[in-house]
């Protein structure tokens, strides 16, 4: 499947004309998703849009599902992220911490004008983490009469994750055995089978990050070049394009249900 966006949706900020924007944002219970990505590194054999691109589809696939009586939109992505410790490797667009911080709180200031009464910010790269978790405390205080939330698409995965892969923890690391699955799914003809190239990852502290859906307590700072040697972390040679497409569709319902949920909080 190649995912499509911007504008593709019934649901897409970017197809609507600004009266169709305020109508949904008037409605009660109004949602507005914002998915946040990054252009970093990701080894050979996958794009440095991957984070942009997977959080983009997760987000849509999520909003489709729901149905019709619910107002919501999702804007575009923001593409760029927090990723200083992939600059070695090159391809990397990367903003500086508080420039981000002023890029989500100006989006949500700007696009929460429209009336919505819940903002979601939906994360796609692990380094952006705290940074989602500010702009929900610093736009939620600016804005007392939203609920803003804020979520990183791939925990929702810890629920059924061990049904579906074949690696050990450390195997869905940085591109890979989650990530490329998922990119074999939606954005087949991104992905160079033939370049997969990535050693496990080596965290000397116990209480350190051991996998994309094991994140310990201990906050580390290392360039990604200490990691790796092209840049990947995992077992993406493990990947399939079956185990993406049932990693998206979980994703999905996940999402759908959480969207509802908030749906439900703000009618």
């Known amino acids: ?32 998703v914002v998915p946040v990505g990054s252009v970093e590194q990701h080894g050979h054999h996958l794009p440095v849009a991957t984070d942009t691109i997977l ?31 992939h600059m070695a490797f090159g391809g990397t667009v990367t903003l500086e911490f508080d420039v981000m911080m002023d890029v989500l709180e100006n989006v949500a200031e700007s696009a929460l004008d429209n009336g919505f009464d819940a903002l979601v910010l939906i994360n796609g790269h692990g380094g952006n983490g705290p940074l989602i978790s500010g702009a929900v405390s610093t736009i939620g205080q600016d804005h007392p009469d939203v609920e803003v939330l804020g979520l990183t698409y791939f925990e929702l995965a810890a629920e059924f994750i061990d049904d579906i892969r074949d690696s050990d923890v450390g195997g869905m690391s940085h591109g890979g055995e989650f990530e490329t699955s998922l990119m074999m799914a939606l954005r087949p003809d991104l992905v160079d089978e033939d370049a997969i190239d990535a050693p496990p990852l080596e965290e000397p502290y116990d209480h350190g990050t051991k996998d994309l859906l094991e994140v310990g307590p201990l906050a580390v700072y290392r360039g990604f070049e200490e990691y790796s040697h092209t840049g990947a972390i995992g077992e993406p040679e493990l990947a399939t394009a079956e185990k993406g497409e049932r990693i998206y569709d979980l994703l999905g319902e996940e999402l759908e249900e959480l969207l509802e949920d908030v749906h439900e909080q703000n009618r």
Do not use: N
């Not at 499947?1 to 649901?11: D, F, K, N």
């Not at 197809?15 to 109004?30: F, H, L, M, P, Q």
């Not at 619910?70 to 593409?79: D, E, G, K, S």
């Open 1 to 32: 499947m190649v995912h499509e966006s911007l504008g593709s949706g019934t649901a897409e900020w970017a197809g609507k004309t600004y009266s169709e924007i305020a109508d949904v944002g008037e409605r009660d219970g109004s949602i507005l």
């Open 55 to 85: 959080v983009d589809a997760v987000a849509d696939l999520g909003v489709d599902r729901l149905d019709d009586d619910v107002p919501i939109l999702r804007t575009p992505p923001v593409w760029s992220g927090f990723s200083p410790h």
